[in-house]
């Protein structure tokens, strides 16, 4: 079945520097890709969704310039995450589907702790 | 403004009983709804869906129900089993590949 893969699993950051964060469908090409992160006991709080070729669209309240999205073929996207802070803290997950009506298949996330 | 509610943050369920997750949702143009699961450190995996023009949808051991009325959905699971204990994700789309989460309920299946 379709596999999306997510790089790193885990990062440790100092505040103030980058971490970029890779999402790949390894055995099919995704135009769309998403991008979700999640606080503890909350749910999936959907970020940007990521367009091959074009700009990414993000979700109200979530900073484009923090969160830098490229999604520069049909298999990878990426989020970087800039000037790192504490508060940006959490869990990243993106997902992506064969077509608009597939489910989505998500990555196994990435745990992003800044100190 | 929560438009996915899972209003159970947990559920426990002995082996071999039926387990009945239970979702709202407020806004009236979803028409998909799915159902996650998810592993400690590991990514959603799809588990079963249904479209807004069905009020059940059967997979195995996993059903969906959907009452538009009331704007609720629900996913059982029957008999539950040990590697059933995991969180379970509702979500709901309005189309366009976005799909919107609740918050998960913790499944807990006991020996």
């Known amino acids: 079945g379709a596999v999306v893969s997510q790089h790193p699993s885990w990062v440790i950051c100092k505040s103030g520097t980058s971490v970029k964060i890779e999402c790949r469908s390894l055995d099919f090409q995704a135009t769309t890709m998403f991008w979700y992160r999640q606080f503890p006991k909350q749910s999936l709080m959907l970020m940007a969704t990521?367009?091959?070729?074009?700009?990414?669209?993000?979700e109200q309240g979530v900073e484009k310039d923090k969160f830098l999205i490229n999604h520069a073929s049909l298999t990878l996207s990426t989020l970087t995450v800039t000037s790192a802070h504490p508060e940006d803290s959490s869990f990243y997950i993106c997902?992506?589907?064969?077509?608009?009506?597939?489910?989505?298949?998500f990555g196994n996330g990435t745990r992003l702790t800044v100190t | 403004d929560q438009q996915v509610k899972q209003n159970s943050p947990s559920l426990s369920v002995q082996e071999g009983r039926i387990s009945i997750l239970n979702c709202d949702y407020t806004n009236s143009m979803f028409d998909y709804f799915l159902w996650y699961k998810k592993y400690p450190a590991e990514g959603p995996t799809f588990l079963i869906s249904i479209s807004s023009i069905k009020d059940k949808n059967e997979d195995g051991r996993f059903t969906v129900f959907l009452n538009k009325s009331a704007k609720h959905l629900s996913l059982h699971i029957v008999p539950s089993q040990p590697g059933d204990s995991a969180v379970y994700f509702c979500?709901?789309?309005?189309?366009?590949?976005?799909?919107?989460f609740g918050k998960g309920t913790r499944l807990h299946i006991l020996p």
């Open positions: 990521s367009n091959e070729g074009s700009k990414a669209t993000y």
């Open positions: 997902s992506a589907s064969l077509t608009e009506d597939s489910p989505l298949h």
């Open positions: 979500a709901a789309s309005a189309g366009g590949g976005k799909i919107i």
